[in-house]
C-alpha cells in the first residue's frame, strides 16, 4: 500500500496550488480519501473528504469556498485544488485512505508554505 502526495511548495498570499495523492497497492474506487494538514505546534487536522464514489465531499469550516477534494478512480488519484491561500494554510498536507476492513494507510506529506 502506498500513498504519494505531490504538488506542494511556496506560494503567496492569495495563490493556487493543487495536490495530488497518487495511490496503490489496494482497490483505491472502494476507498474513502481525505487530505489532512498539521502545522508546527498544531495537531494534525481533517481538511477535506470525499466518498469512494466521489459523490459526497465534506471540508472543514476553514477551507471552504477556497478548497476542492475531487478523486480520479481511473488514475487512483486525489486532488486537493487549494484557492485564495492564506499563511494559516501553511502546514504539512497529508493523504489519507481508508476502505473496507482496513486500518487505512497514511501519505509521507507534502509542505505547502504561503508567504509573501
Known amino acids: 500500500v502506498q500513498l504519494v502526495e505531490s504538488g506542494g511548495g511556496l506560494v503567496q498570499p492569495g495563490g493556487s496550488l493543487r495536490l495530488s495523492c497518487a495511490a496503490s497497492g489496494f482497490t483505491f474506487s472502494t476507498a474513502a480519501m481525505s487530505w489532512y494538514r498539521q502545522a508546527p505546534g498544531k495537531e494534525r487536522e481533517l481538511v477535506a473528504g470525499?466518498?469512494?464514489?466521489?459523490?459526497?465531499?465534506n471540508y472543514a469550516d476553514s477551507v471552504k469556498g477556497r478548497f476542492t477534494i475531487s478523486r480520479d478512480n481511473v488514475k487512483n488519484t486525489v486532488y486537493l485544488q487549494m484557492n485564495s491561500l492564506k499563511p494559516e494554510d501553511t502546514a504539512v498536507y497529508y493523504c489519507s485512505a481508508i476502505w473496507p476492513f482496513s486500518t487505512g494507510a497514511w501519505g509521507q506529506g507534502t509542505q505547502v508554505t504561503v508567504s509573501s
Open positions: 470525499i466518498s469512494s464514489g466521489g459523490g459526497r465531499t
